[in-house]
């Protein structure tokens, strides 16, 4: 089983950029596929970013396209999301997920593990 900890969060202007970081303890994080998802209040969790072992695949969701970009160091057991030109609308709690069997997938129900999170808040 592998633990997750999200931290980078905090508060932005519109059009600053913030780095998250996903750090995993317990097991390797070379043995999952990761994802970013987010929760804005009121609404679902929706799919942010998924990156393959290795680092080789990535995949977005086509709001994310060009502003954000996931990336991985498996040394450091770490997942990262740059998040660029932030706007409002991306406020919400962002999560990373570990995806054992790698379908990286845009349905959270395939994620097997959930760290909890961590608030951004984008003013205008």
């Known amino acids: 089983q592998v633990q997750l900890e999200e931290s980078g969060g905090g508060l932005a202007q519109a059009g600053d950029s913030l780095r998250l970081s996903c750090l995993a303890s317990?097991?390797?994080?070379?043995?999952?596929?990761m994802g970013w998802f987010r929760q804005a209040p009121g609404k679902e969790r929706e799919f942010v970013a998924a990156?393959?072992?290795?680092?080789?695949?990535?995949r977005y969701a086509d709001s994310m396209k060009g502003r954000f970009r996931i990336s991985r160091d498996d040394v450091k057991n770490t997942v990262s999301l740059q998040m660029n030109s932030l706007n409002p609308e991306d406020t919400a709690v962002y999560y990373c997920?570990?995806?054992?069997?790698?379908?990286?997938?845009?349905?959270?129900?395939?994620?097997?593990?959930w760290g909890q999170g961590t608030q951004v808040t984008v003013s205008s």
């Open positions: 997920a570990a995806d054992a069997s790698c379908y990286m997938s845009m349905r959270r129900d395939e994620y097997d593990y």
């Open positions: 317990g097991r390797t994080l070379a043995s999952y596929c």
């Open positions: 990156i393959s072992w290795g680092g080789s695949a990535t």
